[in-house]
């Protein structure tokens, strides 16, 4: 993991660090499978404040935090915003798939329970 010395430098795990079942915990939650799915969508840089979440914003800085330090997004400021972008080719190469049958499977199951919206 790279050591930030800067406050406004976050930590994120190289590309070698990241791990399966990082990933999988951290897509395992409604909260940040739905923040994933709408940054695959927009497929830029996003900032936090452009997801309308249903969670407090502590919950919401937890559930990027996770997301960060499992190496499915990464995290950089510009100026005072801070940007969100889906880390898709590291994990494209390391687990080839694995993010789109995910986001595809969340789909389905979200068309499935009537909720074509989410996530």
Known sequence: MTTATNPRVLDHPA????RLEGVLHALSDAV???IVS???RADTELSCSFFDLPVTKSTTTHHFRVL????VI?????GTAKL??????DLDVL????LDSVLDA???????LGNPDTP
Do not use: D, H, K, V
């Not at 590309?15 to 990241?18: A, V």
């Not at 990464?74 to 510009?78: A, V």
């Open 15 to 18: 590309r070698e660090e990241i």
């Open 74 to 78: 990464q995290q950089i400021y510009r």
């Open 68 to 71: 960060r330090e499992s190496g």
């Open 95 to 98: 687990f080839p798939g694995l």
């Open 106 to 112: 969340a789909t389905a199951q979200a068309r499935r």
């Open 32 to 34: 940040r499978l739905r």
């Open 84 to 89: 969100n972008a889906l880390r898709r080719e």
């Open 38 to 40: 709408e940054m695959a």
